[in-house]
């Protein structure tokens, strides 16, 4: 079956597929063929999730453009939302930055506010995390991007001083 199923996903996504056995609740993570977007970094300097696919690498609230460290996150797209999937992420094609669109543009590094561009993300939470996910990933109230919350100082937010966590913890697959 998992062959099967590994079969048409991307190279990326093989290693995903193949952490699955005996993971009871890895269901809503594991996206189906198609339905992902690898390429999605921590920045050290701001800690947000942004998008890694272009030389540039964005505006990053910190200064200058984001840096990438650590995974390669491999982020679910499209479908409806569940009670452990949130639906309205979206790329800001001016700072590179996950953010959530649902309350209207938060405030972008870039100047004014986000925008959304592309595909419509749909992100696990409170869950448990399979050996191929990280949890601590929050929603910032601030500027509404998806920041990384695992370090005491929670990073540089484009609405002034650190980032500040609400509501779910995201359990994002990677790489
Ligand atoms: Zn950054
Ligand atoms: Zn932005
Ligand atoms: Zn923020």
Not at 144 to 170: E, T
């Amino acid at each position: 079956m998992f062959l099967t199923r590994a079969a048409g996903v991307t190279a990326g996504l093989v290693g995903l597929a193949a952490a699955v056995p005996g993971q009871a609740q890895a269901a809503p993570v594991i996206p189906a063929a198609g339905t992902a977007q690898s390429n999605w970094r921590f920045c050290p300097k701001c800690y947000s999730m942004f998008f890694f696919g272009y030389a540039d690498n964005g505006r990053c609230p910190a200064g200058g453009a984001h840096t990438a460290q650590g995974y390669n996150f491999i982020l679910p797209y499209g479908g409806a939302e569940t009670p452990n999937a949130q639906s309205y992420w979206r790329f800001c094609p001016k700072c590179y930055s996950m953010h959530f669109e649902y309350y209207g543009p938060g405030p972008c590094p870039a100047g004014a506010g986000h925008t959304e561009q592309g595909f419509v993300f749909v992100l696990p939470h409170d869950i448990a995390a399979p050996p191929t996910s990280q949890s601590n990933w929050r929603f910032c109230q601030k500027c509404f991007v998806l920041f990384f919350y695992g370090y005491a100082d929670n990073g540089r937010c484009a609405a002034g001083g650190a980032h500040s966590a609400q509501g779910y913890n995201f359990v994002l697959p990677h790489a």
